[in-house]
C-alpha cells in the first residue's frame, strides 16, 4: 500500500507534463507551466508525507527520487557525473579531503558533518548532510572525476549564517569559491586571480601568502541573489574554462540567474576534477554533469619567432583534447587575410609543422617552408583527438597570427619576430630579450642592436647602435634556437624607447650577410627616486635626561 501511495504522489510531482526544452541553458520558465509544476509538487509533497509504511517508523524516501528537480538549468546534452542524495558522506567518488592541493584528494577523517533528517529537504528528503565542524575549515567533501572544460553543478543548501557554499580548482593554481556573508548576500571568489582576472577592474586584495585575492559579487543580483537563513535553496552553477577571453561564471538561486559573467579569461584551459562542497549548513541532492561529448580546447596563442624569404618559425601553446590529454594540431596558411577561409586555406605540408605530434610540454615551435618572398601570410590551427570510434573531434579555430617573409637573398640569416623587453626596469637600463637564429649556414648568428627614442620606424640607419652593456654590437651568437637576454645600459631616465636588431653573417663593411629587420621591441626607462632627506641633528644632551615616567624633561 505505501508502494502505491508513493507511486500515485509521483504522478503529481511530474503533473503529466512535457519535459521542458533543454535545448539551451533555461533561465526562465513559462508562467502557467511554472507554477502549474509548483501547485502539482506541493500536492505531491503533502501526499508523500501522508504515505507511511507499516514496517518503517520514518517517512517514506524513494530511492534516488528528487522531489522538486534540482538540475532546471541543466544543458541537454550534459552527462551525469554524480547524483549524490546525501544518504551517506562518502563513495560514488565522494570523499572527504584537504582543499589545499589541486591534483590530489588527501583523505581525512573524521568527518566534520552527519547525515541528518529533514523532512523539510526539497530534495530527497529526510536524509540530508549537516556540517558541524569550524566554518570554512577542512576537510571538505569533495567529488573526484576527469578534467573538464565544461561543468554544470547543483545542490539544495540551507544555512544559518556565513557559510562557504563551493570551492573549485581552475587550472593548476587558481580557485574559485562560492560564499553568502552573515547578511546573506552571495560573494563569488577567485583566489590567485591575476591568472584568471584582470586585478585592475574587480575588488581585489592581496592574502599574507601575497597571493591576489579578488570577489566579483558586484554582478550579483542584491533583490534576488540574497538568501534566507533557514530556507532552502537551489544552487546551480555553470562554468565554463576559456579558450581566450570565452570563459563563463553563471550562478542561479532558486531558478533565478544572479551572476553572469561572460567573456572572461579563465585562460587556464580546464577544470581540475576536484568539485568541494563548502563547510556550512545543510547539503542535499548534489549533482554534476558535463557535455556528453567534450570538445578540445582552443590553442589560445600563436606568436612569431623569426622568418626567412620563404619560411617562417612559430611557436603555439599547446591545448587539451577535452579529455585531460594532449592534443593533436592541423595548421593552415593563406595570403593574408584569412579570416572567413579556413576551408580553403592551404595545409602546412612543407616544415616542421606539417606534422605536429603532441609532446607534453606547454608549447612547441615549427616552421613552414615553401612560401613566396615579401609575402605577408596568415596562420591558423585548430585541435583535434580521435575518438574510439575513429571519428574526428575538432575544438574551435585559434587565433590568428600574421607574419611576413623577408626580402632577403636565399641563404640569409633569419630575421628576430619575438625581441621583447622584460618588465623589470631601471632608470639609466633596459633588459631584452629573443630566440636566436642561425646565420644562414647553420652556425649561430652575430647580431646588431639599435634604438632610437620611440617611434623609430623606418629609420634603422641613423639609429644608435648600442655600445654599453651585454647587447653590445656586434653581438656574437652562442646556439641557434636558444633563449637569450642582454641588457642596454647608458640609456636616459623616463624616456620611451624602441629596439630593434639584425643577424647577420661575415663582417660588417667586408663580407657581411644580413637578414631581415627585427620586430620593434618597445620600453621606457623608469624616474629614479628622489634623494633621502638628510638626517635629523641629534638630539642636545640637555634633552636626553629622561623623568622617571619616561619623558623628556626640559630645562
Known sequence: MARKCVADATILFRGNEPPLADSQMRTTKSSQSYFRRLTLAAMGVAMLGACKDPNASGPVKPANRQLVSVAPNEPADFVTLTDWPMDSLTGGGWAWCSYYSATHCQVTTPPPAIVARDSSAPGSAPNVMQWIGAPGSPPLLTFSGAHRREEYSAFWWKGSGASSLVRRYIGEYGTMTLSVTQSGTLVLGLYHAPQLLDPTSHTCYKDWENWWYCTISQNVNPTIGAVTPGVWHRVEMYLKAADLRDGIIRIWVDDALVVDYSAIPLSVGYVTSQYSLGAGGLFDDVRISMPKVPRPAMVTSIRPMSATSTSVTLNFAHAEDGTGHDASYVMRFAPTPIAGRWGSATPVTEGTCAELRSTGAASSSCSVEGLSPGTSYDFQMVAYRNDSSGAVIYGPLSPVVTVSTTTAPAGAP??????????????????????????????????????????IGSDWGSATSVTQGTCKSPMPGKSAGAFRSCTVEGLE????????????????????????????????????????????PPIPNSLRWRSRWGGPVLH
Not at 500 to 513: K, L, S
Not at 522 to 531: D, E, Q, R, S
Open 414 to 455: 633569419p630575421a628576430i619576430l619575438n625581441l621583447g623587453v622584460y618588465w623589470y626596469r631601471a632608470p639609466r637600463s633596459l633588459t631584452l630579450y629573443f630566440t636566436e637564429v642561425d646565420d644562414g649556414t647553420r652556425q649561430p648568428a652575430t647580431y646588431e642592436m639599435r634604438y632610437a627614442r620611440s617611434p
Open 493 to 536: 631616465p623616463g624616456v620611451t624607447y624602441d629596439f630593434q636588431m639584425v643577424a647577420f653573417r661575415g663582417t660588417p663593411d667586408v663580407d657581411a650577410v644580413f637578414g631581415g629587420l627585427s620586430n620593434v621591441a618597445t620600453a621606457t626607462t623608469t624616474i629614479p627616486l628622489p634623494p633621502r632627506p638628510p638626517e635629523p
